[in-house]
């Protein structure tokens, strides 16, 4: 058996494979899969394996998987193009009769109503049709989007406002990618998950206007959350520089926070990484450390 990784090179991918050598799998029996060779080259100087491909180009996902493998699915950046991208690892891990097949979907599986969920919800769709050993591991929002290296700390402080278009006192129950991942290494690593379908959240929803507090406790400097109508926050992300699509999208997302879509904490993930998940307040405090002084 070994473990194959699919966009390894990511934040979330080296997170998994890291793991995973910790925790005493071979170097050997992990497999990065990257689209050129420097992305992963200190993982292959620690004895881990590597195979090029890219999801554009189904032909080099030939030779990749072996029968009895474990394979986790990362999926690639670009929302609209993911499906027809997924098919193609699919048809090559069924053609290789893998042993698992592990996803990384949206919170909510085919109840996710949002727009960054429907790449997701087709994917599960796909993997289920194709008989393939699944396991779906469906993320909730990074708290990183808000207060670490993808979102906007230092421009929360400067205005002195967290804006959205959130309605208050909604909650989402968000993780740091870190738990994400040892979640992910652990269903790759261990037995008794094939066929299981994870809701990956935080143990605690939190509010914005409770984010914003913690932020101006931990600061030192006021800020608020201010909530503005979905249209009206559109054209300000756009204005921006935020492409148009792109910005419905995030618009999107905080309706769907609204609707109290990412909010449930059914304690999936704590289970899964055997502790409780990490504080927003703590990924404040590591977002608030990087900023520069």
């Known amino acids: ?36 060779e420097d992305k992963v080259a200190d993982l292959v100087a620690k004895g881990v394996r590597r195979h090029l491909a890219d999801y554009d180009r189904p032909e080099t996902f030939a030779g990749l998987f072996q029968p009895g493998d ?8 670009d929302a609209g193009r993911r499906v027809t991208q997924h098919e193609a690892v699919l048809d090559a891990a069924r053609k290789a009769e893998v042993a698992q097949l592990a996803y990384v979907g949206a919170f909510g599986g085919p109840k996710a109503d949002f727009l960054l969920a429907a790449d997701h919800r087709e994917t599960e769709r796909l993997i289920l049709e194709s008989g393939l050993p699944y396991t779906f591991l469906r993320n909730n929002w990074y708290s990183e989007v808000y207060a670490g290296d993808i979102g906007d700390l230092a421009g929360v402080l400067e205005r002195g406002a967290v804006v959205t278009n959130v309605a208050p006192g909604s909650r989402i129950a968000t ?26 959240s935080g143990d605690t929803a939190w509010t914005f206007e409770e984010f914003a507090a913690e932020v101006s406790r931990q600061s030192g400097k006021e800020v608020v959350h201010t909530s503005l109508p979905a249209a009206e926050r559109k054209a300000l992300l756009v204005s921006f520089g935020l492409p148009d699509g792109f910005a419905e999208t995030l618009v999107d997302v905080d309706e769907a926070i609204s609707r109290g879509a990412l909010a449930g904490t059914p304690g999936d993930l704590s289970h899964l990484i055997g502790r409780p998940t990490t504080p927003i307040a ?12």
């Open 70 to 77: 474990r394979v986790l699915l990362i999926p690639g950046g």
């Open 1 to 36: 058996m070994s473990i194959v990784i699919t966009a390894a090179s990511g934040r979330l991918g080296r997170i998994v494979i890291e793991d995973l050598l910790a925790s005493g799998v071979p170097a050997g029996d992990i497999t990065a899969v990257a689209r050129t």
């Open 175 to 200: 993780a740091p990618r870190r738990d994400y991942g040892l979640a992910a290494a652990a269903v790759l690593r261990q037995d008794g998950h094939l066929g299981q379908a994870y809701e990956l």
């Open 282 to 293: 703590d990924t404040i405090a590591d977002g608030l450390a990087a900023l520069p002084r």
